[in-house]
């Protein structure tokens, strides 16, 4: 669509126990990795940082994220997944779940963030890439059962807003 199309309205709602299978039955169509019950624990334990987009009243799409603790206190985001339905990509259904997380990382003051990408997973890498993220790291073998079994780590450090000196 575009310039002068309609609007399709693209909404975000929270992941609670409710809806939680709808985030279940995206994963199934989605990766080829089933998540277990930590992932699902998590993911509802991030708050805000999981999201379920909804096209019209369809869910097709989601961003599912951990908070993990670090040394010293500061918390940095996990992306463990983030997928949209085939029919539905390439209206920014992505981009909306992306920038959704970015911009609460700057807002708690949150400055870095990462996940794992698959290494022959190009569209993902460049989708990535297009936001600032970098590869900074090769695991080799992280995945079983798929091929190739290796990623990257791609991360992204968000600059946070400088107190006035």
Known sequence: MGAGGREVPISLDGVRDKNLMQLKKLNTALFPVRYNDKYYADALASAEFTKLAYYSDICVGAIACRLEKK?????????????????????????????HVLDLCSKKNICEIYLHVQTNNEDA?????????????????YYTNITPPDCYVVTKLIDQPQPKK
């Open 71 to 99: 040394e010293g206190g500061s918390v940095r985001v996990y992306i463990m997944t983030l997928g949209v339905l085939a029919p539905y990509r390439g209206l920014g259904i992505g981009t909306m779940l992306l920038n």
């Open 125 to 141: 890498i460049n989708f990535y890439k297009k936001f600032g993220f970098e590869i900074t790291d090769t695991i080799r073998n």
